[in-house]
């Protein structure tokens, strides 16, 4: 069975940081890009961030770019997502994801973030 598992999500006061992990497990995604997205409370889930296989490419949503850092360990299936001067907008469920081709569309099941002002 596979899953992606998202853990270090938490309550942080602005301009605060905090490290998001997700930890792959039924199959390898060293191969492929891997994603992180959030969903705030009304909102439709939107992307935040990618990286490639090799890690040597990322890319960011523009209101997260200086502020977050997505990197990736493919010797522990696992893929990173730092997050620094956090802001009460930042508030949502983050989710990992992973959708290589001719395959399915992975997602766990997301860590809650929450930053007070």
């Known amino acids: 069975q596979v899953q992606l598992v998202e853990s270090g999500g938490g309550l942080v006061q602005a301009g605060g940081s905090l490290r998001l992990s997700c930890v792959a497990s039924g199959r390898t995604f060293s191969s492929y890009a891997m994603n992180w997205f959030r969903q705030a409370p009304g909102n439709e889930r939107e992307f935040v961030a990618t990286?490639?296989?090799?890690?040597?490419?990322?890319y960011y949503t523009d209101s997260v770019k200086g502020r977050f850092t997505i990197s990736r360990d493919n010797t522990k299936n696992t893929v990173y997502l730092q997050m620094n001067s956090l802001k009460p907008e930042d508030t949502a469920v983050y989710y990992c994801?992973?959708?290589?081709?001719?395959?399915?569309?992975?997602w766990g099941q997301g860590t809650q973030v929450t930053v007070s002002s």
């Open positions: 990286i490639s296989w090799s890690g040597s490419n990322t």
């Open positions: 994801n992973s959708n290589p081709p001719g395959d399915a569309d992975y």
